[in-house]
């Protein structure tokens, strides 16, 4: 049985940061990782048959003016961004979005963050806003509103009628810049000078159990360590499994069980499936833009209905639903890898439900979803387009250890399980999810892993 000072679950952004800043005051850390690799999800892969690296979990520098992992990236000098937000293309499939339905947007956001009363899906909260004010509408804004609105599926990772209309918003704001050389830089500078030995990958921790004053953490493999501390960085999707399916792939059980402040929130809590495809291909043949817009089609039911009801969080497509789904269904942001990075590929940042469709089989479903919007804004036909040289998807939703890609938000959710944030006693949470400032971020987990490296080193005196 090995003693540390601090045993460390997740090898993620926050609990790198956690380990790092504790190794450097002194203190013996062991970070236990379940994947093969450290970096959770930031994750920089390179497919065979590829010279490029693609960051399939994080890949900008969100809210650049309060993001510490950018302003370390400035004064490294040796992580490359772009501030991709000098040109946009914004595509529908029925012509060129009006100039004058940003607007209501924005103010369709204010009213569905502020509305009084019980939470509603956002659907539900844009039909409101327009039996409200539809009178000063004219009929053009309120059709294309529908569309423009539905752009908050992409960072919400799931359909509209899903998710919280309260928490709609991502609530972080400023530039964003894309990491062009790739977020396994980001995670070598941090791991600078630290001890390569204490991190443990392919170690799935089992239970973590207090005695006294002394925790220790068993693994799958049945390995124990003991420590006076221990940090919990895994996703929220995999903790919540110590209450809802502790038998499941990557559950922990605690001994003695997480309290009611923690556990009472755990239904108020959703992880979403926002997923990632990739086209590369010999050379690029789209416009020279950093990014594209696709938007879905109106929806002209909003306009006469006051409620919708709130489907199931995250439910799966069954196979007829599958079939009859199509391209311009839902929104898509499509980044050009060709001007951000120099690979003649396109990214594109998908919701649920098609994500879970593109993570079954991109080779069966990118032809139907994908491909018709790649042949659109390269002004093409579907036949014309060449064959790429390849394609893969994200599979967040289908690894056990991510069971999703990111914190998302359920009607009547509440956007932090503030019971995390307190912790038990010696006994610590960190990660994206376990924060307010930069919640859902990479720099968010980055934050909140120095937060409880900052705890431990009071309690302890240095």
């Known amino acids: 049985m090995t003693a540390v000072d601090v045993v460390i679950v997740g090898a993620g952004i926050a609990g790198i940061k956690a380990a790092t800043e504790l190794n450097a005051k002194g203190l013996k850390t062991l970070v236990l990782e379940a994947r093969d690799r450290i970096g959770g999800r930031l994750y ?47 595509i529908t499939p029925e012509g060129p979005l009006p100039t004058n339905v940003g607007p209501i947007v924005e103010e369709i956001k204010l009213y569905a963050k502020s509305r009084p009363g019980p939470d509603v899906n956002l659907k539900t909260a844009c039909a409101e806003y327009f039996a409200k004010l539809g009178n000063v509408l004219s009929e053009e804004q309120k059709t294309w509103a529908t569309a423009l609105i539905r752009l908050l599926e992409v960072p919400n990772g799931m359909r509209w009628d899903m998710f919280s209309a309260k928490l709609a918003t991502p609530p972080y704001g400023g530039r964003d810049a894309f990491v062009s050389s790739g977020y396994e830089k980001v995670i070598e500078n941090e791991l600078e000078g630290y001890p390569k030995e204490s991190i443990l990958t392919s170690t799935v921790v089992k239970e973590i159990q207090k005695k006294g ?23 929220q999707s995999v903790l919540k499994l110590t209450v809802e399916d502790p038998d499941a792939k990557g559950a922990i ?15 108020k809590t959703h992880f979403c499936a926002l997923g990632k495809v990739i086209y590369e291909y010999d050379s690029a043949f789209w416009p020279e833009t ?49 001007i951000v990075k ?42 014309e387009l060449p064959k790429p040289k390849l394609v893969f998807s994200t599979n967040w939703g289908t690894d056990p250890f991510s069971r999703g890609s990111v914190s998302g938000n359920a009607v009547g959710d509440v956007l932090v399980n503030d019971g995390l944030i307190e912790g038990v006693g010696n006994l610590r949470f960190a990660g994206e999810a376990y924060c307010y400032e930069g919640h859902c971020n990479a720099h968010g987990a980055y934050i909140s892993g120095k937060r409880e490296a900052d705890y431990i080193l009071q309690q302890l005196g240095k």
């Open 44 to 90: 920089t892969y390179h497919p065979k048959g590829s010279k490029f690296g693609y960051d399939i979990g994080a890949c900008w520098f969100h809210a650049t003016v309060h993001n510490p992992i950018f302003q370390n990236a400035v004064q490294k000098k040796n992580i490359d961004y772009v501030f991709d937000e000098n040109s946009a293309s914004v």
């Open 213 to 235: 004053d002394t925790y220790t953490v068993t693994t799958e493999d049945g390995k124990s360590f003991t420590s006076s501390f221990v940090i919990i960085t895994v996703p």
């Open 253 to 267: 059980k605690f001994d003695p069980p997480l309290p009611a402040s923690i556990t009472d929130n755990f239904a």
């Open 290 to 338: 950093e990014k594209f817009v696709i938007l879905p089609g109106p929806d002209s039911s909003v306009a006469t209905k006051t409620s919708f009801e709130t489907q199931e969080y995250d439910k799966k497509l069954d196979a007829q639903e599958a079939d009859q789904l199509k391209a311009f269904d839902f929104p898509v942001v499509v980044s050009n890898l060709n």
């Open 342 to 383: 120099g690979a003649p590929a396109l990214m594109f940042l998908v919701p649920a439900p098609a994500s879970h469709l593109l993570e079954e089989d991109v080779e069966k479903y990118g032809p139907k979803l994908i491909e018709p919007l790649i042949a659109k804004l390269s002004n093409k036909d579907v036949s």
